[in-house]
């Protein structure tokens, strides 16, 4: 078990990580006091609530027509909610998380219609809709939950940092946009000192934190192995794998050993295929309309799911009344009758594609694995654990459930990974590179196939546009802060277009390794990661004349800061002296698009 250290800062502090589900969503905060030891608190307490003490509640909201937030989370599901509903045209959002999701190969397949945001409002005004609500809650909690809460609160109100947990498959664009959802939020303000007040972490790596603080990666950490960490939520299943850089010490750091992987095959899959199954069955059925397919996905999704374990026993849906009878369809009053084998076919795509993703990193990891950690809110099905547990044992992995709650393992590893940073290096997920122009060879088959790319360069030279240079593999590690350089070289017959730099990071998720990719042979597997924007001026501009005239060269490094939870660059160049060249350093900005 991870035991806290004092909090060594000479200034109190309050810091909430924040766990934004698909389905649910949970907080968890520390107050921060000058030699104290920190203690880590959960909000337990939402409006709306029918039980006290609940540690999450739904992530759902309620939109007016005029676009204003009726209710969210435990007041959305309140009794009577429906016919609100009805009587004021409310539209309801779910599963919003999802509208987040990259736009690479993984998650292309996944269609988010059937789960549309309001006309007029888009992801980022949802979200940040969503992350006010849960700092007011949190807020009005610690005021009521700590004595002298409100003076409590009043003294650290401007002095809060925030921890925000995302699915392994989010990059720097979706931490863009959760970030400027915070600002919109109010949560920080939009300056360089605000921004840097959020941090960002993996559902996995939490997740890692989460099981290390519990005591229940405590074999595999005398042992020396790696152990692999599934957190299996509402929407997406995130896969990740570690080993110990030392067994000799408890407070030991671990290193990431494969690229983290993220499936969208968690438990709202399940429903999705169960609605679909409903759906068809009952479409010449007097209950086959809306409603009652709603109520019948209201109790698969409390009872019959959470309840399922064994396709040899039957399970059941209530939805009606004693007097809702049609023995055509299974339904005898008011109850659905569903075989085992059906029920499992809602499941079984889910435990394929999570077995797939696990064999997958098995293989990529750079040490052995011996032992899984199965947690998230979809780790509670009796029949995934089961399953999953019979697939894992040929492969040599061993499967453990933690005898914890599920439910708060990101919040909670996500405010143990504010105050213990265990993960020392971090595996590359994607080949990152930039697209540059090669010198013109005129032998080469690359270069006469790509013929109609040619450019003539200031100094008279011809090159090909549209190659890909790779500056990190996939699967490289990368300790934490380690720098990655390329060198570029520019050139300008007009010395004022060398004073800005915006160069575009790609990303390439194909399966080629030749030494020069092009990116118009497989332009679906490259897309922009972002841009590194940068002030030129103070960089060295070089007088050369070609053979055209006079034109000027400038010599630099992109440096990429690729092994912490965010990516980070910087500029670096040779500034010329009487004696030698002295390095010279200045900031980049890395931008990303908007949705």
């Known amino acids: 078990m991870s035991h806290l250290q004092p909090y060594r800062g000479s200034k109190p502090k309050l810091v909430i990580a924040m766990d934004i589900g698909t389905t649910y969503s949970g907080v968890s905060y520390t107050l921060l006091e000058p030699g104290v030891i920190p203690e880590i608190h959960d909000v337990t307490r939402y409006p709306g609530q029918l039980d006290m003490y609940q540690l999450k509640i739904p992530s759902i909201l309620y939109y007016s027509p005029e676009g204003m937030v009726h209710s969210i989370g435990a007041e959305a599901t309140r009794p009577g909610i429906e016919l609100e509903v009805e009587d004021a045209g409310l539209f309801l959002v779910k599963w919003f998380k999802l509208h987040l999701r990259p736009d690479t190969q993984v998650f292309r397949e996944y269609n988010p219609d059937a789960n549309r945001l309001p006309e007029g409002k888009n992801i980022l005004e949802v979200f940040s809709d969503f992350i006010d609500y849960l700092f007011r809650c949190t807020r009005e909690f610690i005021r009521t939950a700590h004595p002298n809460g409100t003076t409590l609160w009043e003294s ?126 009952l479409k010449n059925s007097k209950y086959g309309n809306d409603e009652d397919i709603k109520a019948m996905m209201d109790d698969f999704d409390k009872s019959t799911k959470p309840a399922f374990t064994d396709p040899s026993h039957r399970s059941f849906i209530k939805f009606g009344s004693m007097k809702d009878n049609e023995p055509s369809k299974n339904i005898r009053r008011g109850q659905l009758t569903l075989s085992g084998s059906d029920v499992e076919s809602f499941f079984k795509p889910s435990l394929d594609e999570i077995v797939a993703s696990v064999q997958d990193q098995q293989r990529a990891a750079l040490e052995p694995i011996s032992t899984v950690f199965l947690i998230g809110g979809f780790a509670a099905s009796g029949w995934l654990y089961t399953r999953l547990r019979d697939a894992l044992q040929p492969l040599g992995l061993n499967l453990c459930r933690p005898d914890v709650s599920p439910n708060k393992a990101v919040a909670q590893g996500s405010m143990r990974f504010y105050l213990e940073h265990h993960v020392t290096a971090r595996v590359m997920k994607k080949t990152y590179g930039t697209d540059y122009s090669p010198l013109f060879r005129p032998g080469d088959p690359q270069h006469i196939a790509h013929i109609s790319q040619i450019k003539m360069l200031p100094s008279g030279l011809m090159c090909i546009r549209g190659a890909f240079e790779t500056i990190l593999t996939k699967g490289t590690r990368l300790r934490v802060k380690e720098e990655i350089s390329k060198k570029y070289t520019r050139h300008s017959r007009d010395e004022r277009m060398l004073t800005e730099l915006s160069e575009r990071i790609i990303c390439y998720d194909g399966e080629k390794s030749d030494a020069t990719l092009w990116m118009a042979d497989e332009p679906e597997h490259f897309t922009t990661l972002c841009t590194v924007s940068a002030n030129m001026r103070q960089v060295t501009k070089i007088r050369r004349v070609g053979r055209d005239g006079v034109y000027h060269a400038q010599n630099f490094e992109i440096l990429l800061i690729c092994g912490s939870t965010e990516l980070q660059a910087q500029i670096r160049w040779m500034e010329n002296s009487a004696t030698k060249g002295e390095e010279r350093r200045s900031p980049a900005e890395v931008i990303y698009d908007a949705f």
Request: charged share 15%; aromatic share 6%.
């Open 156 to 281: 650290i109100e401007d002095h809060i940092e925030f921890v925000l947990a995302h699915p392994n498959g989010w990059e720097g664009q979706q931490q863009s946009q959760m970030r400027r959802a915070a600002i919109r939020a109010g949560l920080v303000p939009d300056t360089p000192d605000g921004r840097a007040r959020i941090q960002f972490v993996t559902e996995g790596e939490a997740g890692l934190h989460y099981c290390i603080a519990n005591g229940i990666a405590a074999g595999p950490m005398l042992e020396g192995v790696g152990v692999m960490v599934i957190d299996a939520g509402g929407g997406t299943v995130d896969i990740s794998s570690y080993s110990p850089e030392s067994s000799a010490s408890p407070s030991t750091g671990w290193k990431e050993i494969a690229p983290a992987a993220c499936i969208i095959q968690g438990s709202t899959q399940v429903n999705d295929r169960a609605e679909t199954f409903l759906t068809s069955l």
